[in-house]
Structures are given as C-alpha cells and as structure tokens.
C-alpha cells in the first residue's frame, strides 16, 4: 500500500467519523427540542443518511429488520390515555409526514436539476451510490 493509498483511507475514516458525529449531535438536539427530521449529510465522497422521528407527539417509528428499515405507526387507542390526544398524536403526524413528502419530492427536482447542469458542465460521470455498513479499523 503506497503513502498515498494509506492517507486516502485515513482521510476516508476520519471524515466518516466526523459525519456519524455530526449525525449524533443533530439527533441529541431534537431529542432535546422533541423535533422530528429526515437527513442527508454530505462530506466529500461520503453520506449519512439518517432519519429521526422519535418526538413524543409523532406516531411513526423507523423499525430496523434485517438491513432495511420500515415505518410504522402506532395508532392504538391503548397507547394514549384519551382519544383526543390519540386524534393530536395522528394529526401532528400526519402533517409532519406530508411535509416532509412535499418536502423531498421539490428538492429532488431541485437537486436533479442541479447536478445535471453540474455534471453537464464539467463531464462528470458518476458511479452508482453504494452503502457502507462500517467501515471498521484501519489496516
């Protein structure tokens, strides 16, 4: 492995760290603030993508199952002590959960457009995104 090789995964490793704890402080603040969000975090050549729906008043939750993830809501009338806060739970969700669509659904014309003209300007050719699961220590 040449010095070059060795830095390139020293950087790669160091940036990854930096984003998993940018990660963790974004979700310490709404855990604090009782907020809700859905993440991309870009470094250069490297992502984190993250979605944190835990506030007190949302219904939904992102369920790990094997390597995906699933969203489910928790709806119940036994989960809530009376129908109207069961009726505030599922409506602040429900908003919360149209906004993000609407949401994502303009900034992904926006981005697309964006990196097309980008990638038209300068030839850029991308390689599909592919997941890293950890990274791990180096060798």
């Given amino acids: 492995m040449s ?13 990854t760290a930096r984003l998993i704890r940018v990660r963790q402080l974004i979700e310490a603040i ?3 603030h009782d907020f809700c969000g859905d993440f991309v975090l870009c470094g250069r050549g490297r992502l984190e993508i993250f979605a944190h729906l835990e506030a007190s008043w949302s219904t939904i939750r992102l369920v790990k199952d094997g390597d ?11 989960d809530y002590s009376s129908p ?14 149209r906004s993000l669509a609407e949401i994502h659904l303009d900034h992904f014309h ?5 990196s097309a003209y980008i990638d038209d300007a300068i030839g850029a050719i991308h390689d599909p995104l592919t997941q890293v699961k950890d990274q791990g ?3």
């Fill in 3 to 15: 010095d070059g090789d060795i830095l390139n995964e020293v950087e790669a490793h160091a940036e």
């Fill in 30 to 32: 709404l855990r604090e």
């Fill in 68 to 78: 995906a993830h699933l969203l489910t809501l928790k709806c119940k009338k036994e």
């Fill in 84 to 97: 109207k806060e069961q009726d505030a739970a599922l409506r602040a969700t429900a908003g919360m959960a």
């Fill in 110 to 114: 926006e981005w697309a457009q964006a």
């Fill in 137 to 139: 220590g180096l060798h």
